[in-house]
């Protein structure tokens, strides 16, 4: 069930109702504390995936930028960026693990 305002959109899950929006809360007798840190471990690893593509992001337009103005990055800018990238992809297959794990855990395979 799906009920809209302007100002926060609002949704049964399992019994339970959740405010999303600012100052977003969770109610509900059904949502125990371990599947509330679920949620927010969930939840802080997609803020860290967005992080990273927004980092992602930035360092292809920089490059884009640089190279559109007739500019060669030097090698050494380029290892560091192969570094950065490597980094994020790490990250980004943790946070995915992470969210698979989680997705498991309440049978939603």
Not at 20 to 48: D, I, M, N, Y
Not at 97 to 108: F, N, W
């Amino acid at each position: 069930m799906e009920t809209r305002t302007k100002r926060f959109e609002v949704r049964r899950f399992e019994g339970a109702r959740v405010r999303a929006g600012a100052g977003a809360k969770v109610w509900g007798p059904r949502v125990t504390r371990q599947e509330r840190q679920q949620f927010l471990k969930v939840l802080q690893a997609h803020a860290q995936t967005v992080a990273i593509a927004e980092a992602c992001a930035s360092t292809t337009r920089d490059l884009a930028a640089e190279v559109a103005r007739g500019g060669t990055p030097g090698r050494d800018d380029l290892m560091t960026t192969v570094d950065q990238a490597e980094r994020a992809l790490a990250d980004l297959a943790a946070v995915r693990e992470e969210v698979e794990r989680v997705l498991a855990s309440l049978g939603a395979t």
